[in-house]
């Protein structure tokens, strides 16, 4: 979702460029972790992954020689979508790493994409000046809108999928609602508006405000009901703001700008802040790495410490160097010196030990049935975002997969006869193989 203007040189400077982009998203954006991953310990979970950063280099995404421009995993980072330059979209199972679907959605090179809440949408935009909706499972085309320019961002309401916040070159920001089509322009009443446009977009979390940034490094906040604006700073450069971004955890937001230094803001800090006047980064990130290829794009996996990144057409995947180390997993294991047999006490592995006392007998069965309150527990910290709905079952899709979340797309197994596989006993079978459509 970054757009970053940083150089680098091939493997080993690429990971010295991403050094920057982690040390900020490390501390907001890996917080944000969501119900898949509640099987997982929590202390093993911080213990492992919250330290290291992904600079290891784990392998590419194969596009079928296609160039890639932009890449956007969904709400659990199940799955990826890719924007090639040539309009097609490649949906990106992120598990097997395979293409379980793709098609041609424009003509010009794809700008954007967003994934709806649900997962089953996904929004495109292209330098053709269209905007699509497609639904995932059956790639069909669900909207097409026109516009008078080429459009560099695009973005769903976070809490509304029927509704559309659209940014096209050197034209006003525009929210749009699809079914009943309407639109309304968001108008930039600052100082000086008429020579400062609008560069950048976003929504926060909750879809409460909308966030601009201009050519000359302004921050101005909208409410997102009635687009009037509520409050409007300005960072401590001149410089353009390319992108917002917003993490799934806190009140924060996290710029890229033309100088090449990455900051993080506290919204409540815009929204109190005097209009007009200077607001101070909570952190800030210079880039020092000035030569080697241009990063296009930058995703941050929703709950897992891994990275894509897309340079030269090409999406890569950067995970942690993995280092095997069993103590770290079990504290109590301790390496062998010498093979010694062990010798088992009797009764050990008892169901009922018959040389134990009688209170003990008691005291273990009483362990036995005790009843354990899985209801009332309270979620960890660790393992829910702020993002997140209060009700579970909201991310529950029911028997049929035609409404709730998408998580995975299923796909069709066909039996090919024309390449049987010898079984044991000189019978032969045929095998399956995925089909892409």
Same mark, same amino acid.
Request: with cysteine; charged share 20%; proline share 5%.
């Given at each position: 979702m970054l757009i970053i203007s940083l150089t680098h040189c091939k493997e080993w400077n690429q990971s010295k460029a991403l050094r920057s982009i982690v040390v900020v998203f490390t501390k907001f954006y890996y917080a944000g972790i969501v119900h898949i991953t509640v099987m997982i310990n929590a202390e093993l979970l911080e213990r492992n992954f919250g330290v290291q950063f992904p600079e290891e280099l784990d392998?590419?995404?194969?596009? *079928?020689?296609?160039?890639?421009?932009?890449?956007? /995993?969904?709400?659990?980072?199940?799955?990826?979508?890719?924007?090639?330059?040539d309009g097609r979209i490649f949906i990106f199972d992120f598990v097997t790493k395979g293409i379980v679907k793709t098609w041609t959605a424009h003509a010009l090179p794809v700008s954007s994409l967003s994934w709806s809440r649900d997962g089953r949408k996904l929004l495109t935009a292209s330098a053709d000046t269209t905007v699509a909706v497609w639904n995932v499972i059956e790639a069909a085309c669900m909207y097409r809108l026109k516009y008078s320019a080429m459009v560099t961002s695009a973005v769903f309401n976070p809490r509304n999928d029927n509704q559309i916040l659209v940014l096209q070159l050197n034209y006003p920001p525009c929210l749009d609602e699809l079914d009943p089509r309407s639109q309304k322009i968001i108008t930039?009443? $600052?100082?000086?508006?008429?020579?400062?446009? &609008?560069?950048?977009?976003? /929504?926060?979390?909750?879809?409460?405000?909308?966030?601009?940034?201009?050519?000359?490094?302004?921050?101005? &906040?909208?409410?997102?009901?009635?687009? +009037?604006?509520?409050?409007?700073?300005?960072?401590?450069? &001149?410089?353009?703001?390319?992108?917002?971004?917003?993490?799934?955890?806190?009140?924060?937001?996290?710029?890229?700008?033309?100088?090449?230094?990455?900051?993080?803001?506290?919204?409540?800090?815009?929204?109190?802040? *005097? +209009?007009?006047?200077?607001?101070?980064?909570?952190?800030?990130?210079?880039?020092? &790495?000035?030569?080697?290829?241009?990063?296009?794009?930058? *995703?941050?996996?929703? $709950?897992?410490p891994v990275i894509l990144s897309v340079a030269n057409g090409i999406v890569s995947v950067w995970t942690q160097a993995h280092v095997e180390n069993w103590s770290a997993f079990a504290p109590e294991f301790t390496e062998l010196e010498e093979n010694a047999k062990y010798e088992e006490k009797e009764g050990e592995f008892d169901l009922e030990d018959e040389d134990a006392e009688v209170d003990d007998k008691a005291n273990s069965q009483d362990s036995d049935e005790e009843i354990i309150d899985i209801e009332s527990l309270k979620p960890s910290e660790i393992l829910c975002s702020s993002d997140e709905e209060d009700n579970i079952n909201s991310l529950l899709p029911d028997v049929t997969l035609k409404t709730g979340p998408l998580w995975f797309l299923?796909?069709?197994?066909?039996?090919?006869?024309?390449?049987?596989?010898?079984?044991?006993?000189?019978? /032969?079978?045929?095998?399956?193989?995925?089909?892409?459509?």
């Open positions: 392998g590419t995404l194969d596009l *079928q020689n296609g160039a890639a421009n932009c890449c956007k /995993f969904n709400r659990w980072g199940t799955l990826v979508a890719v924007g090639s330059t930039n009443d $600052i100082p000086g508006a008429i020579e400062d446009g &609008v560069s950048a977009i976003a /929504f926060d979390r909750r879809a409460n405000y909308l966030i601009t940034g201009t050519n000359k490094g302004k921050l101005v &906040v909208y409410d997102a009901k009635t687009l +009037k604006m509520i409050s409007w700073g300005k960072q401590n450069s &001149v410089q353009q703001i390319k992108q917002i971004v917003i993490p799934r955890r806190g009140n924060f937001i996290i710029t890229n700008s033309q100088d090449r230094i990455i900051r993080t803001f506290d919204l409540e800090d815009i929204l109190n802040c *005097q +209009k007009g006047s200077t607001i101070e980064p909570t952190h800030r990130v210079t880039d020092i &790495v000035n030569k080697g290829e241009c990063l296009m794009d930058v *995703q941050w996996h929703p $709950i897992r299923p796909i069709t197994p066909e039996c090919d006869n024309n390449e049987p596989l010898p079984l044991s006993g000189g019978h /032969f079978a045929g095998f399956f193989r995925s089909k892409i459509t």
